[in-house]
């Protein structure tokens, strides 16, 4: 068991994560913000993969993943703007490190509940991700799908893909909540 900041990683949320992997065939990861950086603490792969990118206690900037946006969103105003402040690491000349492009790309995730990033992290690669929250709502970690930016993004598939996601995110919060660990 691995406790985050208000998150407890341990084999329920390790399930869940396994389960969206299933359901949506994509690799999951769990991350929580450590600074200004998104720290992978679990990863489940794709059903078909015979290899396993394990990049647990990895780190990604969090302007360049939908999990730093999911995250970030749902930060305080304070917090949230301590965080535009510091210099934006760029991983691709894709990652948004414009702080008003940031706060509008952040605005739309916190109105829409899950957030969605393409090219940020990896060129080709996009995510979807939603915020996972503690009993007092105060963001904790996020959940979300890593995969190909024609897959992940389609129109046919982004509907069901960010409901997947959504709903992992609310049972982790409500495991969180219930102290169902």
Known sequence: M??????????????????????????????????????????????????????????????????????????DHASREALLALPASRLTGMTITDPAQLRHTLALA????????????????????????DPSRRVVAAVGIVGPAERLLSTQHQPDLVHAVCVTAQALSEETSSGGY
Not at 119 to 124: E, I, K, N, P, S
């Open 110 to 133: 916190r109105d829409r509940g899950y957030a969605v990033e393409a090219h940020g992290a990896t060129l080709g690669d996009a995510g979807i991700a939603a915020p996972v929250f």
């Open 2 to 75: 691995r406790k985050l900041d208000g998150f407890v990683r341990n084999a329920t949320s390790d399930w869940w994560a396994d389960m969206l992997a299933r359901r949506t065939g994509e690799l999951v990861w769990i991350g929580e913000l450590v600074a200004d950086q998104v720290h992978i603490v679990h990863q489940a792969a794709r059903p078909e993969d015979l290899v396993q990118d394990l990049r647990a206690d990895g780190a990604i900037p969090w302007c360049a993943c939908a999990l730093g946006h999911a995250i970030v969103a749902g930060l």
